[in-house]
């Protein structure tokens, strides 16, 4: 492997803060990691890492070599992407992430068929329900329902998301259908929560305009289709994309909850960091799922 090889492997496990997590992200198994590692420290004669059974830390002048080397390996990324500009054909990866529900619907299928016309370009998607930190984890294109909050990052808006409240038909025959908002006080709302996240309310549309319903529930995961299926077998009232959970309200294993107050629009788009915005493969990406998403809603 060469030496700008293990400047890639160096990098990756800083950011990532394992050498083992480093590694899987370049598809390198822990030993080869540590020994692109190692070659680094003795190519200088100096350690860079501290390693400890539980923790991975850099040394002073390893942090300082990093954030050299994350330079040289953004402006490699710049130079290959100005050439496959000027080729036609773009080259390299693409790192993507997005909430596990709309990545596993509407962001994965549209690899493969772009692969298909762009086959020089890989993809590493990485799908959680918890916040990304784009920047340190040097995503290039991050898919959100929500409001984007770091001013930081480039934002496009892709198309206005409905939200309902659902439930399976026995658990409203056996709890009772909430009328007004503030019925769901009494009822077993399923909550989407991890470590770490904000505040724990539901947003709904009011004659009054938004209000926020603090709820609360037996139940709580990480994972929006976990909820999906804790409501399907009736055991509370999610707050889901509607697009999510179509079929099931179609065919009546869903019905909507409190349709005269429903939550607001969501918006769906696309965070970007402004330098990789710059990658031509990146923006053609994001211009094809742009057109490929828009028309979905």
């Not at 496959?84 to 596990?100: C, E, Y």
Request: aromatic letters at 8%.
């Amino acid at each position: 492997m060469s030496y700008l090889e293990s400047l890639r492997v160096f990098v990756r496990v800083v950011e990532l803060g394992s050498i083992t997590a480093g590694g899987r992200d370049l598809r390198l198994s822990p030993a080869v990691a540590s020994n692109r590692i190692k070659d680094l420290e003795n190519r200088f004669g100096l350690r860079l890492l501290n390693r400890t059974t539980r923790k991975l830390t850099t040394t002073e002048i390893g942090r300082a070599f990093y954030d050299h080397a994350r330079r040289v390996i953004d402006t490699l990324d710049e130079a290959e992407g100005l050439i496959s500009s000027f080729s036609g054909k773009p080259q390299g990866v693409i790192r993507l992430t997005a909430p596990l529900g709309l990545g596993r619907r509407l962001i994965a299928p549209l690899i493969p068929p772009f692969c298909t016309e762009n086959p020089g370009v890989e993809f590493r998607l990485r799908l959680s329900d918890r916040n990304v930190n784009i920047v340190e984890d040097a995503i290039d294109l991050a898919f959100f329902l929500g409001e984007p909050a770091d001013s930081t990052l480039k934002w496009r808006k892709i198309a206005d998301c409905p939200r309902v409240l659902v439930a399976a038909p026995a658990y409203l025959a056996a709890a009772g259908v909430p009328q007004v908002p503030d019925d769901l006080a009494d009822h077993n709302c399923l909550l989407l929560r991890y470590p770490r996240s904000p505040e724990y309310f539901w947003t709904l549309t009011t004659p009054e305009g938004p209000r926020k319903m603090m709820v609360s529930g037996r139940f709580d995961t990480d994972d929006g289709d976990v909820l999906t299926a804790w409501a399907l077998e009736g055991h509370g009232i999610a707050n889901r994309p509607q697009y999510e959970v179509a079929d099931d309200l179609a065919a009546g294993r869903l019905v909507t909850v409190l349709p005269d107050f429903p939550p607001p629009l969501a918006q769906l788009g696309c965070l970007t960091p402004h330098r990789r915005l710059q990658d031509p493969k990146v923006r053609m990406f994001a211009d094809y799922a742009v057109r490929e998403l828009r028309p979905l809603f």
